[in-house]
């Protein structure tokens, strides 16, 4: 069903609504954010958000470059350290340990994970992802779109803070989302047609207007009066709606989703908040207009004592003072009046860089600085020895202070948008290689696992219990052997390469190892038989070449000597 001017008004008053409730709650500390760590990032109502127009002063409140160089720091740490394009850092396997262990379907999602590697790797999926961790560091929140093209391939849109408004449902997960953007004339009549835009913008085109600016409203909601059993577009989950905020409201397109193709992000969420709160970016802004400050009045002070404010004698006031180095003035003789400073103070400069130094600290440390240059500022770089244990142990140290900025990451970004890859490349194997799957595997669900430095490092308390166990079981097997029959080393080795990452082919199925273990039983019982008929055809020689010689008894002679008796 098509919508009529009614509901129309309807989203534009329930998108009035979120606006206003953001604004009155996140909106002021997010330009905050703008002005003294990210000036180019954020869009806000009272910027003018036209492309040629964007942005204006911001910036102009930054003294000292600590804040963006501690926010570039975390931003390259969390993308290096979650998402590297360099190496793998996600796997799927089945939610069925079974199905993990049987090597046809366990090849088959080995497949899958490389395919949809290669397909992230030629996409945008990774600037897209460094753009987001920035966002989340900075404004706690994030919203990335996904789409994907009729002829295969995605694309990313990492949408910066203000470009998105968004509600969730019962269970808490964004379903809503509402982005106000600007569109010029030409870019309107080429993506929805001359007969669904306003007349304003025809009349911009007919006037040689091309590019002049309108404001379009994209909406994407969960369709709630659609026909379940049809698949067209008009009856698709999730609808899009695009309107055109002139007098007219005009709704230039409706059409559908089968999934939800935003993921939504936050740093914090508490309690029934819509938007996340607590990132680095907000939690530091105290220290970070401290800073900015103290350094102001450090620049102020310098200047004052290199050009200080004068008291000149009444006498000279139409005189020209020289000022440069070595300049002479003259005075009236016999005057005890004298040129001095107006002000006269000292400023304790090293006192005021080491309170600026400390604060410098307190704003890296509230970046993660410390995790991501944790070699830098470590004793390596100073010569001394660091263990790998040493620094492994550092970083699950750490870690424990970004688990669960990590964990939200990879449910609410990660899964979100891995599934929605995954469910398209299944949909439509041809375009991406891929082979028809088992049929044991078809209705079997699966699950995303993430291997990445970060996650790893979260993972070493479980390594490290593991090799302990495993250390402390060798050592006393010697003593005790039956002790091996309480402790299985084949799931302990199978444990412990799934939490550092080891690619799943190397680590060879259950029905491969029971093969290959049942082959070397057979060899190894040939072998056995093979010596055992040796040994005895060397008897056998032995006993022929051996003298009858009651005199000199052996072993043959007294064999005879009883079959005789």
């Known amino acids: ?241 695009w309107l055109e905020l002139s007098n007219e409201n005009n709704v230039l397109k409706e059409s559908g989703y089968d999934t939800f193709p935003f993921a939504c992000g936050v740093w914090l969420l508490v309690g029934s908040d819509n938007y996340g709160c607590g990132s680095p970016g907000m939690e530091k802004l105290p220290d970070i207009k401290m800073l900015n400050e103290m350094e102001e009045g450090c620049l102020i002070a310098e200047h004052q004592e290199l050009d200080p404010a004068l008291a000149v004698p009444a006498s000279m006031k139409n005189q020209a003072l020289r000022r440069n180095p070595g300049g002479v003035n003259y005075y009236p003789d016999g005057s005890k009046e004298q040129i001095s400073r107006l002000f006269d103070f000292k400023r304790d400069m090293a006192a005021a860089e080491a309170k600026s130094e400390a604060i410098r600290q307190r704003i890296k440390g509230g970046f993660y600085n410390d995790l991501f240059l944790m070699i830098t500022n470590s004793d390596l770089s100073r010569g001394e020895p660091v263990t790998a244990t040493q620094i492994r142990e550092m970083m699950g140290e750490k870690m424990l202070q970004l688990g669960p900025f990590i964990e939200r990451q990879e449910d609410e970004l990660l899964d979100v948008i891995i599934d929605f890859v995954t469910s398209a490349m299944l949909r439509r194997p041809w375009i991406y290689s891929l082979p028809m799957p088992p049929e044991e595997i078809w209705e079997a669900k699966y699950k995303i696992e993430y291997i990445s430095l970060l996650a790893q490092a979260q993972q070493q308390v479980g390594v490290r219990a593991i090799d302990d166990t495993t250390q402390y079981v060798l050592t006393i097997a010697p003593v005790k052997p039956d002790i091996l029959d309480v402790y299985d080393l084949d799931e302990a080795l199978r444990e412990r390469s799934d939490l550092v990452g080891v690619p799943s082919k190397l680590i060879r199925s259950t029905d491969a190892v029971e093969e290959a273990r049942a082959q070397r039983a057979q060899q190894q019982q040939a072998m056995e038989q093979a010596q055992m008929a040796m040994a005895a055809a060397e008897g056998a020689k032995n006993l022929a070449g051996a003298k009858m010689n009651p005199e000199d008894p052996n072993a043959l002679t007294e064999i005879a000597a009883g079959m005789g008796a």
Request: proline share 5%.
């Open 1 to 241: 069903m098509a919508i009529d001017k009614a509901q129309a008004r309807d989203m534009l008053d329930r998108f009035a609504v979120l606006k206003s409730e953001r604004k009155a709650t996140l909106d002021a500390k997010a330009e905050d954010v703008c002005e003294y760590i990210v000036p180019t990032r954020g869009r806000f109502n009272k910027d003018d958000r036209k492309p040629d127009k964007m942005h204006g002063s911001r910036g102009d409140k930054i003294v000292d470059s600590t804040p963006g160089d501690a926010h570039r720091v975390a931003t390259n740490g969390m993308y290096s350290g979650l998402t590297p394009p360099s190496r793998s850092w996600h796997k799927t396997k089945f939610e069925d340990d079974d199905l993990n262990e049987w090597g046809p379907a366990k090849d088959y999602m080995d497949l899958l994970g490389k395919r949809r590697e290669s397909v992230l790797r030629i996409s945008n999926f990774y600037p897209a992802m460094h753009s987001s961790y920035a966002e989340t560091i900075s404004f706690a929140n994030t919203c990335i779109y996904t789409e994907e093209f009729p002829e295969g391939g995605f694309r990313f849109n990492t949408h910066t803070f203000g470009e998105y408004y968004w509600t969730r449902n019962a269970k808490g997960k964004v379903d809503t989302v509402m982005r106000p953007m600007y569109m010029s004339s030409k870019q309107l009549i080429e993506n929805f047609g001359e007969d669904k835009v306003s007349k304003q913008v025809r009349d911009a085109i007919k006037n040689n207007r091309p590019y002049s600016q309108f404001e379009v409203l994209s909406i994407i909601e969960p369709r709630t009066d659609r026909n379940v059993m049809r698949s067209d577009s008009a009856n698709k989950p999730y609808r899009s709606v």
